[in-house]
């Protein structure tokens, strides 16, 4: 089975401040990692993705993360935070099957003050 | 390119009725999952369809079920609501077969049982 855990529910930087926001997974095969985004009343955009390849993959927005295997981890950054950054972010896992299902973490809402 | 279309956006229900959501999925795209997002949660995964089956199973009950149409549409259906089936619905469509192509979600449906 797979799990994700995203450590911090609420986040609180400073605009132009470093954003991390945590993300530990367990999978038994190689996974497959998501970061998604939702904004109030809105659904989940992608910013990310791993699949195979370089670990440090870059997405929409300045956001990146680094897939580091020895640290089951998935964290997610971005150098310079925006007031327009400030939403619910989640951290997925899947085992690579095409068309398998996504594991979500709870969530971490990211709050940007000016 | 239309992405992924869900409707109604909000719907009110009594406990006890049944309901059924709906989802087209992105052009090109032939799997539909749909996903569950109580209030402060991260999405729990429900069922997911390809080629008109249902295909796999979250640990959701058999009130719970859904259809495939030739067209790649889907539909959720709940009977016998409970308060606890109060939710946000989210669709997502997927390509078969290329999931480094990642899942792509519509806005959901709010469903509020009353």
């Known amino acids: 089975a797979q799990s994700v855990t995203q450590l911090g529910s609420h986040v609180s930087v400073s605009e132009g401040a470093l954003v991390l926001l945590r993300c530990n997974y367990s999978?038994?095969?190689?996974?497959?990692l998501f970061w998604y985004v939702q904004y109030p009343n809105q659904g989940l955009q992608l910013l990310l993705k791993?699949?195979?390849?370089?670990?440090l993959v870059k997405g929409i927005n300045g956001f990146e993360a680094e897939f580091k295997k020895s640290e089951t981890s998935f964290h997610l950054t971005k150098p310079s935070a925006h007031m327009s950054d400030a939403a619910e972010y989640f951290c997925?896992?899947?085992?690579?099957?095409?068309?398998?299902?996504?594991?979500f973490g709870g969530g971490t809402r990211l709050m940007v003050k000016p | 390119d239309a992405g992924v279309t869900q409707s109604p956006t909000h719907l009110i229900k009594t406990r006890g009725q049944q309901v059924t959501l709906r989802c087209s999925p992105k052009?090109?795209?032939?799997?539909v999952s749909w996903y569950q997002q109580a209030l402060g949660q991260g999405p729990q995964f429900i069922f997911q369809?390809?080629?008109?089956?249902?295909?796999q199973r979250g640990n959701f009950p058999d009130r719970f079920s859904g259809h495939q149409f030739p067209n790649y549409s889907s539909e959720l259906n709940v009977n016998a609501l409970l308060l606890g089936d109060s939710a946000l619905y989210l669709c997502?469509?997927?390509?078969?077969?290329?999931?480094?192509?990642?899942?792509?979600f519509g806005s959901g449906t709010r469903l509020t049982v009353v």
């Open positions: 997925a896992v899947s085992d690579g099957n095409a068309g398998n299902m996504l594991t």
């Open positions: 999978s038994s095969v190689p996974p497959y």
């Open positions: 369809y390809y080629e008109e089956e249902e295909r």
């Open positions: 997502a469509s997927s390509l078969k077969g290329r999931p480094n192509y990642g899942y792509t």
């Open positions: 791993y699949t195979t390849g370089a670990t």
């Open positions: 052009s090109g795209h032939d799997t």
